[in-house]
């Protein structure tokens, strides 16, 4: 999973208001950060479903599949 998180990281900059601003840890809220709201999730889904050619259904766009790095690698684990 340390890779995808790796992927996840260098993607993350291009959701973030200040790409400058330090990325959050892999278990950091990205919610809480402000990184992820309706529109960058969205980006984010395209981005995964593009990167590790998968298919994310409605019934995955939960808050625990998508709050940090780590559950977002875990996610896109599972679905692989």
């Known amino acids: 999973m ?3 998180c790796e992927t996840l990281r ?4 291009s959701l973030m208001s200040d790409p400058q601003e330090p990325l ?3 278990g ?19 981005f995964l479903e593009e ?9 995955d766009i939960l808050p625990a599949n998508f709050v ?3 559950a977002i690698a ?3 684990e599972a679905k692989l």
């Open 24 to 26: 959050p840890a892999d």
């Open 74 to 76: 875990g996610f896109v």
């Open 28 to 46: 950091d809220s990205l919610l809480e950060r402000g990184i992820l709201d309706s529109v960058t999730l969205l980006r984010l889904i395209a």
């Open 51 to 59: 990167e590790f050619a998968i298919a994310v259904d409605e019934e």
């Open 10 to 13: 260098r993607f993350l900059p």
């Open 68 to 70: 940090t790095l780590d």
């Open 2 to 4: 340390t890779s995808r």
